[in-house]
């Protein structure tokens, strides 16, 4: 059948249409990730409304399954922050601090990230078994959350005009850097408790560098400048050494920042209030 555009009534009715894009992904020659993400269709299920914060459900297809997604925000936010919670902490965990973020103007999108043990399947974090999806030329779960970051994304800049940060905690945080590298539309990245691998990708060749590179966000921070780069932690966190979060910062380009939070590992009401205040400071324009 030969679609014709005089046709066209005719033709939608016999189904030649044409098809929406597929995700995709490469890595440049420089070693930095390259994705094709779509708009994705997603289904809202709102789960309350009182006292002008919403809170919902949502989902999408995503590559090859559903991702779910836990959103709160005001009638009219003056920004947006799509959270990607560290390993093992599902969406719901997050939701009086995003409850608190809606007060005060910010709508918040926590992720379901895949591996976290929550409603979107997947396992936990596994960089070997991704470099050989990788090597296959399949997708590697470590793409595809980063995907799941910037669908998220097109969603929340279709329904609101202010900016929208990329943001995560812990593990949480490298995905969080490499869709903000990747996805020049975030207005900037805010990581908390957070670091790079230390650009471990060097000391190897072939697939295993590029793959390596490809996720490691001392590499992938670099391309976020101009949007700004927010940084978070603990002199005394257990979890990741406070010398590679400066090492992170180190490789971060202007402009950029960096707090010293008092204890512990992860979000916390300190960071909290610090990045509230700065995103709803920031001068940054609203996208076109």
């Known amino acids: 059948m030969v679609c014709v555009a005089l046709l066209l009534g005719a033709l939608i009715a016999a189904g030649c249409v044409g098809q929406a894009p597929q995700a995709s992904y490469q890595v440049t020659f420089d070693d930095h990730l390259s994705l094709l993400v779509p708009k994705p269709t997603v289904r809202e299920e709102i789960l309350s ?88 030329r399949s997708w590697p779960q470590y793409y595809a959350i980063v995907a799941d970051m910037i669908a998220t994304r097109e969603f929340l800049a279709s329904r609101y005009p202010g900016s929208i940060y990329a943001m995560g905690e812990s593990n949480g945080g490298r995905y969080a850097a490499i ?57 005394d966190d257990s979890i990741i050494p406070y010398s590679d979060a400066r090492a992170l910062f180190g490789h971060a380009r202007e402009p950029k920042e960096f707090w010293d939070l008092s204890t512990g590992h992860g979000l916390n009401g300190e960071a909290d209030q610090v990045i509230i205040e700065h995103l709803l400071n920031f001068n940054v324009p609203e996208r076109q």
Do not use: C, W
């Open 49 to 136: 409304a009182e006292d002008g914060i919403t809170i919902s459900h949502l989902s999408f297809e995503n590559i090859d399954r559903t991702v779910y997604v836990l959103l709160v925000t005001s009638d009219e936010p003056r920004a947006a922050v799509i959270l990607a919670p560290g390993a093992g902490v599902k969406k719901e965990g997050h939701q009086p601090r995003a409850e608190e973020y809606a007060r005060a103007g910010i709508a918040m999108a926590v992720l379901d990230v895949r591996g976290n043990g929550g409603e979107t399947a997947g396992t936990p974090l596994d960089i070997e078994g991704d470099f050989h999806l990788f090597a296959n």
């Open 179 to 235: 869709a903000a590298g990747t996805d020049q539309n975030f207005s900037g990245y805010i990581g908390i408790s957070t670091s790079g691998f230390g650009l471990a990708g060097n000391r190897y060749s072939g697939d295993m560098r590029k793959f390596l590179l490809s996720i490691d966000p001392d590499h992938a921070i670099t391309d976020i400048s101009p949007r700004p780069v927010l940084l978070f932690h603990a002199p």
